[in-house]
C-alpha cells in the first residue's frame, strides 16, 4: 500500500517569513496531493490540493509542488502570519479517493 | 463548499456500552464515506470505506464487528464502537467524498469519545 512520509514534524518559523514542507510517497499510481490543516481538536481543512499532471500550484501564500519522477511534494506558505500555526498535513491518493496520510507537521509561527 | 456534520461531538461512556456516531453530507450527496481515527498529536489513521448500501471495507487491524459501519443513504453514515473500552478512546472523523470527477474529501468536525 502507500507509504507517505513527512518532514518536518515541527516548525517554528519568524512572523513573515517562509515555511516549507515536504513529503514523499511510495506508490507511482497517487495522482492526487492534498494538503490540509487542522486546528487543535478541530476538523482538517483542505488548503490546496494538487493534481499528477500539474507541477505547481499556488493560491495567494500557499503553493505546492509536485516531483512525480522523485515521488516528492511540498508545501510553501509564503510571508506566514501567526494564524498560520497549525497542524499540517499532507495526503496522496491513487484515485480511489482512499487517502493516507503524513505525520503531520505542526507549525509554529512566531510573532 | 460542501458542508459535513457529525453528531455527537463529545461523548463519555461506561466500559462496556455502545456508542453511535452519525456523519451526514448536508448539501452533497456522498457516494463514499470514510472513517479515520486520530491519537492525540498523531496522524488520522483510515479505518473503514462505506459506500452507500454496500459492506464497508475495514482497514487491516481494524475490527470489524467492534466498529459497526452502516451507509443507509448517499446523505448518512454511522460508526458504532461497541462494547467499547478506555483503549478506544479517541477522536474519530468522518468524511464525504460526492464520487464522479470530484477530487476532495470534505471532513466532519470530529467526535471525541472518551471511555472511563
Known amino acids: 500500500g502507500e507509504n507517505v512520509e513527512q518532514h518536518p514534524s515541527t516548525l517554528s518559523v519568524q512572523e513573515g517569513d517562509s515555511a516549507v514542507i515536504k513529503c514523499t510517497y511510495s506508490?507511482?499510481?497517487?495522482?492526487?496531493f492534498p494538503w490540509y490543516k487542522q486546528e487543535l481538536g478541530k476538523r482538517p481543512q483542505l488548503i490546496i490540493d494538487i493534481r499528477s499532471n500539474v507541477g505547481e500550484k499556488k493560491d495567494q501564500r500557499i503553493a505546492v509542488t509536485l516531483n512525480k519522477t522523485a515521488k516528492h511534494f511540498s508545501l510553501h506558505i509564503t510571508e506566514t502570519q501567526p494564524e498560520d500555526s497549525a497542524v499540517y498535513f499532507c495526503?496522496?491518493?491513487?484515485?480511489?479517493?482512499?487517502?493516507?496520510f503524513g505525520t503531520g507537521t505542526r507549525l509554529t509561527i512566531i510573532p | 463548499g460542501a458542508v459535513v456534520s457529525q453528531h455527537p461531538s463529545r461523548v463519555i461512556c461506561k466500559s462496556g456500552t455502545s456508542v453511535k456516531i452519525e456523519c451526514r453530507s448536508l448539501d452533497f450527496q456522498a457516494t463514499t464515506m470514510f472513517w479515520y481515527r486520530q491519537f492525540p498529536k498523531k496522524s488520522l489513521m483510515l479505518m473503514a470505506t462505506s459506500n452507500e448500501g454496500s459492506k464497508a471495507t475495514y482497514e487491516q487491524g481494524v475490527e470489524k464487528d467492534k466498529f459497526l459501519i452502516n451507509h443507509a443513504s448517499l446523505t448518512l453514515s454511522t460508526l458504532t464502537v461497541t462494547s467499547a473500552h478506555p483503549e478506544d478512546s479517541s477522536f474519530y472523523i468522518c468524511?464525504?467524498?460526492?464520487?464522479?470527477?470530484?477530487?476532495?474529501?470534505?471532513f466532519g468536525p470530529g467526535t471525541r469519545l472518551t471511555v472511563l
Open positions: 495526503a496522496a491518493s491513487s484515485g480511489n479517493e482512499k487517502l493516507t
Open positions: 468524511s464525504a467524498w460526492e464520487g464522479g470527477g470530484a477530487d476532495t474529501q470534505y
Open positions: 506508490d507511482s499510481a497517487s495522482n492526487y
